[in-house]
């Protein structure tokens, strides 16, 4: 039986009902660092502790990751939808840093105002269509407990960026 053929453009409208979170995936060069905006990040494993980000074959931070062997997933806040346009544009890689202040720790640029970042050895490249998947090994990481003006994560849903409704409160009886 004959598969029935889908076209992309309903398909990227449907699995754009999957709500997920906005990510900038950096790394370093000696030229110095390179990253771009993916919401294409998932926890894949806790023992060992693995996480999944895809990469666009075009993108011009993947040799770099290659030849690094390692990056970071910068997870954005509520209100960061510029800086994750920034980096998701063709722009040169200094003129996306030009936009967000940074340090490199664990070999890795890491945002100063990301909401949490995860650092990662690459465990390997795997090529799928027109992206390829990288698995890191994660190796250190850190997460904005409150300090910032907003703690809520930066989601991308349908095509646009969204916020998360705060969690409503449970009463103590319900627990």
């Not at 990510?23 to 806790?46: F, H, K, M, R, Y």
């Amino acid at each position: 039986m004959a598969t029935p053929a889908v076209d992309p453009a309903r398909y990227r409208e449907v699995i754009g009902s999957f709500a997920t979170g906005v990510a900038i995936v950096t790394a370093q060069s000696d030229d110095g660092p390179a990253g771009l905006t993916t919401n294409a990040v998932t926890s894949l494993s806790l023992d060992p502790l693995l996480l999944l980000v895809c990469f666009d074959n075009a993108s011009r931070t993947l040799p770099i990751v290659r030849q690094a062997g390692r990056f970071a997933v910068n997870v954005l806040h509520a209100g960061q939808q510029d800086l994750a346009r920034v980096f998701a544009s063709k722009r040169v890689a200094e003129e996306k840093f030009d936009a967000a202040t940074h340090t490199v720790a664990h070999g890795v640029p890491v945002l100063d105002d990301a909401l949490a970042w995860i650092a990662c050895d690459l465990a390997s490249l795997t090529p799928a269509g027109d992206h390829t998947i990288g698995i890191g090994r994660v190796t250190h990481m850190s997460a904005d407990d409150g300090a910032q003006a907003t703690n809520e994560p930066l989601l991308f849903f349908r095509g646009g960026f969204a916020r998360l409704a705060a969690p409503r409160q449970t009463p103590d009886a319900d627990r």
